[in-house]
């Protein structure tokens, strides 16, 4: 398994650069490409609710402009914090796992468990039957 434990200092400090002013949920996400190289998003959020973006998809939007679309994803940290500074537990949103799948191959996610504790899991454990687009179409 490829380990997000150093990735998470990074996502901590995506997480401070939040736009977050409606959930007040500061989440950052930081990923290593099977470059080797590092790349990081927040969330950005918007007046008009539902285009909110999430941390994970702009971490891989940024991957995606370094790297084009030869960009595969090793492992991600995803770190979240409330209002008054405190850890809160947020395993990737549903989008956001379909999002992480299109890159992964046997890549591994990182996030903060609800008991408390940094949990480790391959993207395929967290999108069983994820939807591929099929080719005869
Ligand atoms: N959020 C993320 O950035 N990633 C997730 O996987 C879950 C949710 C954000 C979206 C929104 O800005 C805030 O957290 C509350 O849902």
Same mark, same amino acid.
């Given at each position: ?11 901590? $400090? $995506? ?21 080797? $190289? ?22 891989? $939007? ?76």
């Amino acid at each position: 398994m490829n380990h997000t434990t150093s990735l998470r200092p990074l996502a901590d $400090a $995506a997480s401070r650069q939040a736009y977050a002013p409606y959930s007040r949920l500061h989440v950052g996400a930081a990923l290593r490409s099977a470059s080797g $190289a590092t790349y990081s998003g927040c969330n950005v959020e918007n007046g008009s609710l539902s285009i909110g973006l999430c941390a994970e998809r702009a971490a891989i $939007a940024a991957a995606v402009l370094a790297e084009g679309p030869a960009f595969r994803l090793s492992a991600i940290a995803i770190s979240a914090f409330n209002s008054h500074g405190r850890a809160m537990p947020v395993p990737p949103c549903g989008a956001c796992r379909q999002a992480l799948q299109e890159f992964a191959g046997d890549a591994t996610v990182g996030f903060l468990g609800g008991d408390g504790s940094w949990t480790e899991v391959g993207v395929e454990s967290l999108l069983p039957h994820g939807f591929v687009l099929p080719e005869d179409l």
